[in-house]
RNA sequence: GCCGAGGUGGCAGAGUGGUGAAUGCGACGGACUGCAGAUCCGUUUCCUGGGGGUUCGAAUCCCUCCCUCGGCUCCA
């Protein structure tokens, strides 16, 4: 099994991945809210980590990767009273289109979506392990917090000092907690929202419990690796530990903390709280989810991301067209190859060579962005060998290759036809061979006509020294 | 104020002690084309925030200053 090293934020350095039970690995990231649309940001950890999943697969770990899906809190109970929305309902529709984003953008390596409210039970009982193991306590409304003090390694992820915490301006103070640090675990019901029973009454799970809840219920009180923004180590992750730990015993609750920067627009942070927000949806119908999945992975997970409304989309779109075309090609020419040469050995060689290094890479936190450096730098190799038809099937598979690894381990190139490709090479080719024999006559007009009709399919036609060269390359939906 | 991450070419963004500082986008020139596009070749005269130090050698290590971003109970 390839050796992999990953940056753990709980002690602040690259390290070994051992994980509890190879090969084995339990996978928990933090996903959405579901109360409105999703933006660039939550696009780049679902890539991030879906990345992660793969090239763990491809390295031969067995992945059980969960994501959950905040359907009920403050945020959604506000957003659907302010529009008239039953909020679980609306809730239920912003899940539909976070999927249906997640299946153009090919994120496909979630096993499973827990929603908050479906586990109730176990967060009842948590909170029940919580207040017999001295960490949580009553409030008079009904309410339970999680008395902080109570747990001394409680700041150690963040590294914050809990009594200089206390001066923040943002800690509210709240005359039913027993100190300004402590949070709720359980919120006594407000009528007219959605509450359950419970041993303390009607009310709802606080923002933290969810997650501990389901990873107690789904991975266990102590599992592999918890991922999520950057902006979540405080108070979010903070609390996950203290409420996992205090209610099981067991420490540590993960083994690696894995956190994503954040995308920023013109050099801040992207939040809803902002208001500097570019909607995912409209950036993948604006780029298409394949440049916009490059986008995210040319730059290295933890690093912050600058997007620029115009450039960045454009830019990832003739980047990625610098890839898939050439991969395109191949896979074409594939299609319809029997007979043919073999590349020289050194070059099949180097496809190999490719392939491992760009597994080195990504086994090493992650350098995405290297990887494809050197993608890029195979794209280039490829295209130097000009027309491709005169190859064995076997010498286009090597060139293939290194894309493929980006197509298993990356999510690349989802866009990228495969089979049908060789019949619909035999079809284009009729219309190009009448073209052809129009521009041998000198009849231009008939050739243009023949390759704008075929422009209007989103087949693109160039003319070169060894002949005619089609691709299909579709246009964004904005036509832009 | 405290905690954390950073400052690299026109832009985006790697590299964290040693061959010419990747890669992509953009721009310019050339080849190819009936024109175009894609592609290839070349150029973009050369960029590591300021200062000091360690070293034969620093973008990379140390000190210091300046600046930016994130967190400090809404957050991916």
């Known amino acids: 099994m390839r050796r992999v090293r990953l940056y753990d934020s709980l002690h602040r350095e690259v390290r070994l991945f051992q994980p509890r039970f190879p090969p084995r690995v339990g996978m928990f990231v933090c996903g959405v809210t579901t109360y409105d649309d999703a933006h660039i940001g939550h696009g780049r950890f679902a890539v991030v980590f879906d990345v992660l999943a793969r090239a763990l697969r491809r390295w031969g770990y067995r992945v059980f990767y969960v994501q959950n899906v905040t359907n009920l809190d403050d945020k959604v109970i506000a957003r659907a009273g302010e529009t008239g929305d039953d909020p679980l309902e609306r809730s239920a529709r912003y899940f539909r289109a976070w999927r249906e984003q997640m299946?153009?953008?090919?994120?496909?390596?979630?096993?499973?979506?827990?929603?908050?409210?479906?586990?109730?039970?176990?967060?009842?009982d948590q909170i029940r392990d919580l207040e017999r193991a001295g960490?949580?306590?009553?409030?008079?409304?009904?309410?339970?917090?999680?008395?902080?003090?109570?747990?001394?390694?409680?700041?150690?992820?963040?590294?914050?000092?809990?009594?200089?915490?206390?001066?923040?301006a943002r800690v509210e103070l709240d005359r039913r907690k027993r100190s300004p640090e402590d949070f709720v675990l359980w919120k006594a019901a407000t009528p007219g929202e959605p509450s359950w029973e419970s041993p303390w009454g009607p009310g709802r799970p606080g923002w933290h419990i969810e997650d501990t809840a389901i990873t107690g219920r789904l991975?266990?009180?102590?599992?592999?690796?918890?991922?999520?923004?950057?902006?979540?180590?405080?108070?979010?992750?903070?609390?996950?530990?203290?409420?996992?730990?205090?209610?099981?015993?067991?420490?540590?609750?993960?083994?690696?903390?894995?956190?994503?920067?954040?995308?920023?627009?013109?050099?801040e942070k992207m939040s809803k709280s902002l208001g500097n927000v570019a909607s995912l949806e409209a950036a993948i119908a604006t780029a298409g989810a394949m440049p916009l999945r490059l986008y995210y992975l040319n730059a290295h997970y933890r690093s912050p991301l600058d997007f620029q409304p115009e450039a960045s989309l454009?830019?990832?779109?003739?980047?990625?067209?610098?890839?898939r075309g050439p991969f395109a090609r191949v896979t074409a020419s594939?299609?319809?190859?029997?007979?043919?040469?073999?590349?020289?050995?050194?070059?099949?060689?180097?496809?190999?060579?490719?392939?491992?290094q760009m597994d080195d890479l990504?086994?090493?936190?992650?350098?995405?962005?290297?990887?494809?450096?050197?993608?890029?730098?195979?794209?280039?190799?490829?295209?130097?060998?000009?027309?491709?038809?005169?190859?064995?099937?076997?010498?286009?598979?090597?060139?293939?290759?290194?894309?493929?690894?980006a197509e298993v381990t990356l999510g690349l190139f989802a866009d990228v036809a495969g089979a049908d490709a060789g019949a619909l090479d035999a079809a284009v080719r009729v219309a190009i061979d009448a073209r052809s024999r129009a521009r041998a006559r000198g009849d231009y007009g008939e050739?243009?006509?023949?390759?704008?009709?075929?422009?209007?399919?989103e087949i693109h036609?160039?003319?070169?020294?060894?002949?005619?060269?089609?691709?299909?390359?579709?246009?964004?939906?904005?036509?832009?």
């Open 362 to 405: 990504l086994a090493d936190d992650l350098r995405s962005r290297e990887a494809l450096a050197l993608l890029f730098q195979w794209a280039r190799t490829v295209n130097e060998l000009g027309e491709l038809s005169g190859y064995s099937a076997l010498a286009l598979e090597s060139l293939a290759a290194p894309f493929r690894w």
């Open 314 to 323: 454009r830019e990832a779109r003739e980047s990625y067209e610098r890839l």
């Open 219 to 267: 991975l266990g009180p102590q599992y592999d690796i918890h991922g999520g923004g950057i902006d979540l180590i405080f108070p979010h992750h903070e609390a996950e530990i203290a409420q996992a730990e205090g209610a099981s015993g067991k420490s540590p609750l993960v083994e690696y903390w894995l956190h994503n920067g954040l995308v920023q627009m013109n050099g």
């Open 447 to 457: 050739a243009d006509r023949i390759r704008d009709e075929l422009a209007r399919a």
């Open 135 to 168: 960490f949580a306590y009553r409030a008079e409304d009904g309410s339970v917090y999680y008395e902080v003090a109570r747990f001394p390694p409680y700041g150690q992820l963040s590294g914050q000092n809990v009594q200089a915490l206390r001066p923040g």
């Open 334 to 356: 594939l299609a319809s190859a029997s007979a043919g040469s073999e590349l020289p050995d050194a070059l099949a060689q180097h496809a190999n060579s490719v392939v491992e």
């Open 103 to 124: 299946d153009a953008l090919n994120v496909r390596s979630v096993d499973h979506y827990p929603f908050a409210t479906d586990y109730l039970p176990e967060i009842v």
């Open 461 to 480: 036609l160039e003319d070169g020294p060894s002949g005619t060269r089609w691709t299909y390359r579709p246009s964004s939906s904005d036509g832009s």
